[in-house]
């Protein structure tokens, strides 16, 4: 499947407009990853835990979006937008949530 941010794929024609899909995830930071985190903002250096945290959650909502394009029988998905968010007490969870217009394209 062809995934873009932009609207359109160079040297493809859409055929066909499926619909909006999404795809959303949240996952929890735990404390061992807070404290670490918190102790290299202290010294400076960039956090590990929280980019990899950052990436699975960019994944697997960028996955659970592709399922829902492929049920639609679309072969592509464009305008894709992700967004990041922290939700829940004390933003201790991290929301990823992904959009676009799943297409059919040849």
């Not at 795809?23 to 404390?31: D, K, P, Q, S, Y």
């Not at 956090?47 to 394009?69: D, H, P």
């Not at 992904?98 to 040849?106: N, R």
């Amino acid at each position: 499947m062809i995934l873009t941010t932009t609207h359109t794929i160079e040297g493809h024609t859409i055929r066909e407009y499926k619909g909006v899909v999404t795809g959303e995830t949240i996952i929890g930071a735990n404390f061992v990853k807070d404290f670490f985190a918190g102790i290299r903002d202290i010294v400076g250096g960039r956090s590990a835990s929280y980019e990899k945290v950052l990436i699975e959650g960019k994944e697997t909502s960028m996955r659970e979006m592709q399922e829902r394009a492929a049920q639609l029988g679309a072969n592509a998905i464009v305008g894709i937008d992700i967004d990041y968010e922290t939700v829940g007490q004390n933003g201790s969870m991290l929301m990823v949530a992904t959009s676009g217009t799943a297409v059919v394209i040849e």
